[in-house]
T-cell receptor, first 111, second 110 residues
Framework: EAGVTQFPSHSVIEKGQTVTLRCDPI?????LYWYRRVMGKEIKFLLH????????ESGMPNNRFLAERTGGTYSTLKVQPAELEDSGVYFC?????????FGQGTRLTVV | GQQVMQIPQYQHVQEGEDFTTYCNSS?????IQWYKQRPGGHPVFLIQ?????EVKKQKRLTFQFGEAKKNSSLHITATQTTDVGTYFC??????????FGKGTTLSVSS
């Protein structure tokens, strides 16, 4: 089966610009998660979708981050405006149970 | 909130030596999952432990879940260069998501 796909793999943007990350989960997986790993630190939960609904967005850092999941399929995570501290690797994961499958991640660098 | 502490943060070994990483929690864990992230890669699920005192093996990897379900360990016997990466423990919290430890980064010299 196809895995979790994330796009782009890398993004370098200037502070103040907008970036949109995309995640295509495994087909049929109702659960979709976004995580972020800042260099040298732990992988931190951002939010969780069940189908198109936000189940838990307690990990979202602030209102500059907006996540959507259109029709319960792919998801986007928009950062607007980006700040330097937003740099890191953003992982998407999907699951149909307790075992999550991770995408390759998007490495975001804000300069 | 719930935190999973993981030590050590870094470990360097000579090829052939053993390696162990430990996870601890101040509260009882419902389960513990282990992931491996290769340099530049993404977390890949290794195993899940659920039962008190559970021990599972995958070739040279041995995973343990403590009797009190507050700690877990991953032991690698006779490390190889292919074992290089960061090993994360995580608790899956039903209805939310994975709560990760900070990870142990293993480097192996031949």
């Amino acid at each position: 089966e196809a895995g979790v796909t994330q796009f782009p793999s890398h993004s370098v943007i200037e502070k103040g610009q907008t970036v949109t990350l995309r995640c295509d989960p495994i087909s049929g997986h109702d659960n979709l998660y976004w995580y972020r790993r800042v260099m040298g630190k732990e992988i931190k939960f951002l939010l969780h979708f069940v189908k198109e609904s936000k189940q838990d967005e307690s990990g979202m850092p602030n209102n500059r981050f907006l996540a959507e999941r259109t029709g319960g399929t792919y998801s986007t995570l928009k950062v607007q405006p980006a700040e330097l501290e937003d740099s890191g690797v953003y992982f998407c994961a999907s699951s149909q149970g307790e075992r999550e499958v991770f995408g390759q991640g998007t490495r975001l660098t804000v300069v | 909130g719930q935190q999973v502490m993981q030590i050590p943060q870094y470990q360097h070994v000579q090829e052939g030596e053993d390696f162990t990483t430990y996870c601890n929690s101040s509260t009882t864990l419902s389960n513990i999952q282990w992931y491996k992230q290769r340099p530049g890669g993404h977390p890949v699920f290794l195993i899940q432990l659920v039962k008190s005192g559970e021990v599972k093996k995958q070739k040279r990897l041995t995973f343990q879940f403590g009797e009190a379900k507050k700690n877990s360990s991953l032991h690698i016997t006779a490390t190889q260069t292919t074992d290089v990466g960061t090993y994360f423990c995580a608790e899956y919290q039903a209805g939310t998501a994975l709560i990760f430890g900070k990870g142990t980064t293993l480097s192996v010299s031949s």
